[in-house]
Structures are given as C-alpha cells and as structure tokens.
Antibody, heavy 120, light 108 residues
C-alpha cells in the first residue's frame, strides 16, 4: 500500500529557501499527479501547485508563481517543493497529495505534512 | 480563479443531530471536480466525498454530498462524536485548484 512520506520539519531564516520532499513508499507515483498544499497555523488549506512526475510538467497557483518550484524524480518516486524568499507568513504545514484524475478528480492520498517555521 | 465560500463558518450541534454544510462557487464547477474533506487537529485532510456525491472508500453512509453548478452541500445525517472536525470543499478547475475556507463543526 502506497504511502507518501515527507521530509522532516525545517526552521528557516527570512529570505532563505526551503525544499521539502515527498516520497512514495511501498510503490511508485505511476501516472499520478502530485500536488502541494499548505496550511498556516489555525488557517485553512491552500493549493500551491502540482507536477506530473512522468512528464516533469508543473503548474503553479498564481499566488506562488516565481517563488515556488515543484520538481520530481520519477526514478525514486520523489517529489520536491522548493519555496524561496521565505517570510514569516510562509510558516505553515506543507502537505503533498496524490491526485486522481479520471471521471472524477480528487486527492486520495496525503502525506503527513512538513512543518516549516520561518523565524529570525 | 474560482472562489469557494463555505457556510456557516462554525456550526454548533449535538451528537445525533443533522448537519448541513454549504459550499458556494463564484462560477460553475463541474460536479466531477468537487470534493469534500474532513480534517482533525494535527492530521492531514481525509477524503469524504468526490464527484460531489460519491462517498470515498470506508466513509460511513451518514455522510452524503449533493449539488451542482455553483451550490454544493455536505450532509451528515446523525452526528457521531468523531464527526466534530473542520470540513473543506475543494474544486479542481481550469488548472488552478481552490479550497473553501472551511466549516468548523463543534459540539454544542
């Protein structure tokens, strides 16, 4: 049974970058798309972008364009989300999620989340 | 970008009661692209409903989804203690996905 295993918590300085990983354990990404979603403390869910690992094609929410880069290594079934120019408002839990795109679209599998804290 | 507005923001009910949660879209959303999630503190979201009305695997039949176009509803027929959580709707439209701001279902 596939699980999405994310990298550990990070503490970063304002202005720096963070790179979070998401590995498919017990299987591969196959033809699935992987999305990244974040949640600031006490706030709602926010979609950041997605990647189709077998094609290496990514697209991003307009809010994060130019600041986020999502990549994937299909050989290891690992996806990465790099966010640059960090500010305190980027403190959040970052989730990866597997996307089902068939007759219906939805996220069926989620990682446990990675807490990124931005603080001087 | 399609904006999803959930109401109410907070819903206070007792176990055994019926809960009705609303998700309204700023423009029409295909039912195929509308899903509902439940989130408990410290946990990742859990898929409840996809395709606006199909229950995900393992989801009890007290959860049901309905609606089309711009108005969608999640109904919990008889609340169990474990149902008190935050609920989000999510739409997958035109290469940019958006969540509603969430409805917190709390014990009265």
């Amino acid at each position: 049974q596939v699980q999405l295993v994310q990298s550990g918590a990070e503490v970063k300085k304002p202005g720096s970058s963070v790179k979070v990983s998401c590995k498919a354990s017990g299987g591969t990404f196959g033809t699935y798309t992987i999305s990244w979603v974040r949640q600031a403390p006490g706030q709602g869910l926010e979609w950041m972008g997605r990647i189709i690992p077998i094609l290496g094609i990514a697209n991003y929410a307009q809010k994060f364009q130019g600041r986020v880069t999502i990549t994937a290594d299909k050989s290891t079934s690992t996806a990465y989300m790099e966010l640059s120019s960090l500010r305190s408002e980027d403190t959040a839990v970052y989730y990866c999620a597997r996307e089902v795109e068939m007759a219906n679209w939805y996220f069926d599998l989620w990682g446990r989340g990675t807490l990124v804290t931005v603080s001087s | 970008e399609i904006v999803l507005t959930q109401s109410p923001g907070t819903l206070s009910l007792s176990p055994g009661e019926r809960a009705t949660l609303s998700c309204r879209a700023s423009q029409s959303v295909s039912s195929s692209y509308l899903a509902w999630y439940q989130q408990k503190p410290g946990q990742a979201p859990r898929l409840l409903i996809y395709g606006a009305s199909s229950r995900a695997t393992g989801i009890p039949d007290r959860f049901s989804g309905s609606g089309s176009g711009t108005d969608f509803t999640l109904t919990i027929s008889r609340l169990e203690p474990e149902d008190f959580a935050v609920y989000y709707c999510l739409q997958f439209g035109s290469s940019s996905y958006t969540f509603g701001q969430g409805t917190k279902l709390e014990i009265k």
